[in-house]
Nanobody, 114 residues
Framework: VQLVESGGGLVQAGGSLNVSCVAF????????MGWYRQSPGKGREAVAI????????IYLESVKGRFTISRDYTKKTVHRQMKSLKPEDTATYYC????????WGQGIQVPVSS
């Protein structure tokens, strides 16, 4: 499996941004997928993870109500919508797939200016 992210870029606080992750996979994407992020000087944390069926989604407490992820199995894509962005959301965001071993995207920077 290979994950390729797109979107991202500089955004002002309070703004919105959409990013996507395409899974290049010959299978049927029967694994959890989602997004992690890493801010400078901090460890990587899970932002939003979707179960393999797209029904069970877990969000980081600080992004609940602001971030939404969804899966498109036809296009093998995971979308993430971010609203009401805050400077503390500034990070490099990584697409993630719970394959064995785990698969990570290349990372996409999202700087949020105050």
């Amino acid at each position: 499996v290979q994950l390729v992210e797109s979107g991202g870029g500089l955004v002002q606080a309070g703004g919105s941004l959409n990013v996507s992750c395409v899974a290049f996979d010959d299978g049927s994407m029967v694994y959890d997928m989602g997004w992690y992020r890493q801010s400078p000087g901090k460890g990587r944390e899970a932002v939003a993870i979707s179960g393999w069926d797209g029904e069970r989604i877990i969000y980081l407490e600080s992004v609940k109500g602001r971030f939404t992820i969804s899966r498109d199995y036809t296009k093998k894509t995971v979308h993430r919508q971010m609203k009401s962005l805050k400077p503390e959301d500034t990070a490099t965001y990584y697409c993630y797939a719970a394959t064995s071993p785990r698969t990570w995207g290349q990372g996409i920077q999202v700087p949020v200016s105050s």
